[in-house]
């Protein structure tokens, strides 16, 4: 029977925690292997265990994996969350490629220096509220579904729910006029697995502490 992933990378959020998402929601309980310090990351290059050299990588039935999209894509298909046939894979491809777009630019905001938070806030909010939110609306509305490809649960959904969390902890009114993806959320977030590792005291990590961020980017050189 194979063991429990491993899943190497830092104690915060950053590239390794939609990973996180996507297996709890799943239901696979995973281990942590946390980098303290240069030489572990160090020993993961020396012992071969990084393709390119950085994280995040998982340990996963017999394979170390990195870069997130593959590790994703592995786990989601694994999993039954990644469609049925290929129009499906596309589908869900096309928007996990555009959630990662915005999570990307959330998870960069607490690491701004403060004369660029007014700016950056700016972007965030009217790339949400014009671009990306509007965009999953309309799939959800378009055809009256629960989910946002085939009716059934699929790593997009996950990715887009984790999203909708980070945008509420930059500003909680942002979702306001998006009733669907308010359904989205509460579904998703009622689902046992999930409704589990929402809960305090689960391997969900909390926002980054920026103070920390830089501290971990230099000791690291990263």
Wanted: glycine content about 4%; cysteine-free; hydrophobic content about 40%.
């Amino acid at each position: 029977m194979a063991g429990k992933p491993k899943l190497h990378y830092f104690n915060a959020r950053g590239r390794m925690e939609s990973i996180r998402w996507l297996l709890a929601a799943a239901g696979v309980e995973f281990e942590e292997q946390f980098l303290k310090s240069p030489e572990d990351l160090e020993k993961l290059r020396n012992d071969g265990s990084l393709m390119f050299q950085q994280v995040p990588m998982v340990e996963i039935d017999g394979m170390k994996l990195s870069q997130t999209r593959a590790i994703l894509n592995y786990i989601a298909a694994k999993h039954n969350l990644y469609g049925t046939d290929i129009k499906e894979r596309a589908l869900i491809d096309m928007y996990s490629e555009g959630i990662a777009d915005l999570n990307e630019m959330t998870m960069r905001f607490p690491l701004y220096p403060p004369d660029q938070k007014d700016a950056n806030m700016t972007k965030i909010r009217e790339r949400t509220t014009n671009r990306y939110f509007p965009a999953f609306e309309k799939v959800l509305k378009s055809h009256g579904q629960h989910y946002l490809v085939g009716n059934r649960l699929s790593r997009a959904d996950i990715h887009l729910v984790e999203l909708i969390y980070y945008v509420e902890e930059i500003d909680p009114s942002l979702l306001a006029n998006f009733p669907l993806l308010k359904a989205l959320k509460t579904r998703i977030s009622n689902l046992p697995p999930v409704k589990k590792f929402l809960q305090p005291g689960s391997q969900r990590k909390p926002p980054a502490d920026p103070k920390a961020s830089k501290a971990t980017r230099e000791l690291f050189k990263i």
